[in-house]
């Protein structure tokens, strides 16, 4: 494959017309949308769509309406010329950067796409509207790229179970193809938001894996008890100074219904966690 000059396009009529153009040329479509900041996370998404497919297309876009009126949309780290050059030595066709009003012309509170109960659990319990906000813009950027693919890591894993019941029940033509999580070295998992940990901080963040391996050494040495497998985990973290746990849940992988008394073989862990004031989120499957 000959080197590809990746392309910026921030108007949404011109990725409309780029999509239905590829489509006439008999090229299947990858989309991986982003809110930028890119990390290797990221990349391996924009990799597996460059073997896959024959167009690739990266959204980069925070979108406001997927963050509380608390939440740190205006802070959120960006970087759009180091975004760029992370695309292009990918070989992504596009990275497509729009404006608000490019995808919200009537506004921010005019339509809305929602999975409701999917959308209220977990993450959704402490961010209302947080979901409603994603399945929204997603809904946009599958309908402005025509994509055959939409790539998602797990590291968001209810965002990824919600993204394919609304594809399931819209009837989109999409794909939702889901990714493996990504670490760093020390078993942090993978996020835009790790940059804004301190040094401390971020040794403290590192109890979250570590709480989610003891609890799967715990489950695969027999365990079934929710309130056991939780504790584990929780007394790992609750140890840091600077951690505060909004959730540990144990889930079906294919539902997100939590498991309250009994785990059965298939399940698993999901937690969110703010460090030194930074929330993250992780997850590991038990089994």
């Known amino acids: 494959m000959s080197d590809i000059k990746t392309r910026i396009i921030r108007d949404a009529k011109e990725l409309s017309r780029f999509a239905k153009q590829a489509h006439y040329d008999h090229k299947t479509i990858g989309l991986v949308p982003t ?139 999409t794909e939702i193809v889901p990714m493996p999580l990504v670490r760093e070295h020390d078993g942090l998992a993978l996020s835009s938001r790790n940059v804004r940990l301190s040094p401390e901080a971020r040794l403290q963040a590192l109890s979250l894996n570590r709480g989610l391996k003891k609890a799967r050494a715990m489950f695969q040495a027999g365990c079934r008890k929710a309130d056991d497998l939780i504790g584990e985990a929780q007394a790992e973290i609750a140890i840091q100074p600077d951690a505060e746990i909004q959730y540990i849940s144990i889930a079906d992988p294919d539902t997100l219904d939590l498991f309250l008394d009994k785990v059965p073989d298939r399940a698993i862990m999901l937690l969110a966690v703010k460090v030194g004031g930074v929330r993250l989120i992780d997850n590991m499957h038990l089994d």
């Open 35 to 173: 809110m930028g900041y890119l990390h290797e996370g990221h990349l391996s998404l924009i990799r597996a769509a460059r073997e896959k497919c024959g167009v690739v297309i990266v959204s980069d876009f925070v979108n406001p309406t997927q963050f509380g009126p608390k939440e740190d949309y205006a802070t959120y780290p960006r970087d759009e010329q180091a975004d760029y050059d992370k695309v292009q030595s990918c070989q992504a066709d596009v990275l497509f950067i729009p404006g608000v009003d490019d995808l919200y012309p009537n506004g921010q509170d005019s339509t809305w796409v929602e999975v409701n109960r999917l959308g209220s659990i977990l993450c959704g319990a402490s961010r209302p509207g947080h979901f409603r906000g994603v399945t929204t813009v997603v809904t946009k950027l599958l309908l402005l790229s025509q994509a055959d693919y939409a790539f998602f890591g797990e590291k968001d894993y209810q965002q990824l179970t919600i993204l394919r019941r609304m594809v399931q029940d819209l009837g989109c033509p």
